[in-house]
């Protein structure tokens, strides 16, 4: 078969299983057996090897079944850094690089920041990648997340310090932070079966929701991070968007001020940030 003929032939049979960019995944996995975009417009005609036909067909057969592409390839991209994702983390959102976008510019210099439930890495990362004037903690409850983020860092030579346990818990002998962020899981549980199946049935539920209480990680928060920040130190988190102001109400003074929810590109409250302490 010739690389372009495999290009028709990979976008016709993804486009047949329901998937909507199935042009763009069909250069992506041809470009993940080694034919690029350019290769594919200058040489159309060249055979592919039958170890790539082989290659392609299987990527093909998992991904007719609804397997993130991410996870087939084994990895994503975030905020400009190619991170490997497995099964055990969450496949990085472009939300999630908004919510580092709106943190970055309000963190001071030298600060020490920490990342919660961290799952690939990415929002550690991020920062450490942006700026490397940063102390950065990461945790997660599960150690193959940990595995995963850990081998990411050192993949792209940046220093994070990664704990394991519970939401804040092992941030313990740390504190202060100036900062705490976090994409905790968010979505109720009833929720989970009309998502997506690529989110449904591959992604880790540990990472997608906690529980019968939607609420859970944002009442945690909103009750103990303020212990672990210095007076006036901030928190970011991502939130469901629909709880948006339930989960805002939940942060009140004296422990919080200055709270802020912030819309996301599609016009979704999505974000919340605020200060730890009385008003000043
Ligand atoms: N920060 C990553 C991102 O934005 O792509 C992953 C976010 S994912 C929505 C939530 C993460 O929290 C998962 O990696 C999950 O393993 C972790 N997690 C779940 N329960 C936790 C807990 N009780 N304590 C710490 N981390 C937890
Ligand atoms: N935003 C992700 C989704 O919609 C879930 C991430 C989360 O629960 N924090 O699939």
Redesign the pocket.
């Known amino acids: 078969m010739q690389s372009a003929e495999a290009r028709r032939w990979l976008a016709g049979q993804l486009a047949a299983a329901g998937i909507d960019e199935a042009d763009y995944e069909s250069c992506l996995l041809l470009k993940a057996v080694g034919v690029s975009a350019l290769d594919l417009r200058t040489a159309p005609h060249q055979q592919l090897r039958p170890e790539q036909r082989e290659q392609l067909s299987h990527w093909l057969k998992r991904r007719q079944q609804r397997e993130p592409l991410q996870y087939i390839l084994g990895e994503a991209w975030?905020y400009g850094l190619r991170l490997q994702v497995s099964p055990?983390?969450?496949?990085?959102?472009p939300e999630?690089e908004e919510?580092v976008e709106k943190a970055l510019p309000h963190l001071p210099p030298g600060a020490r920041v920490a990342?919660?439930?961290?799952?690939?890495?990415?929002?550690?990362l991020a920062l450490a990648a942006q700026r490397p004037d940063l102390t950065v903690y990461a945790?997660?409850?599960?150690a193959d997340?940990l595995a995963q983020a850990r081998a990411n860092a050192e993949a792209l030579g940046l220093n994070i310090q990664f704990l394991s346990?519970?939401?804040l818990?092992p941030l313990r002998p740390y504190a202060p932070f100036e900062a705490l962020i976090?994409?905790?899981?968010?979505i109720p549980q009833q929720n989970i079966a009309g998502l997506a199946p690529e989110v449904r049935d591959f992604e880790?539920q540990?990472?997608?929701t906690?529980g019968p209480d939607a609420l859970h990680?944002y009442r945690c928060f909103a009750a103990e991070a303020a212990a672990y920040l210095r007076l006036g130190g901030q928190l970011w988190l991502?939130l469901e968007a629909p709880l948006a102001q339930q989960t805002a109400a939940l942060f009140n003074a004296p422990l919080w001020h200055e709270l802020q929810l912030l819309r996301d590109l599609s016009g979704h409250w999505r974000f919340l940030t605020a200060r730890s302490g009385p008003a000043s």
């Open positions: 975030f055990a983390v969450l496949i990085p959102r999630t919510l990342d919660i439930g961290t799952g690939s890495g990415a929002i550690a945790t997660d409850i599960s997340a346990g519970d939401t818990e976090s994409n905790p899981p968010y880790p540990l990472a997608l906690p990680f991502e």
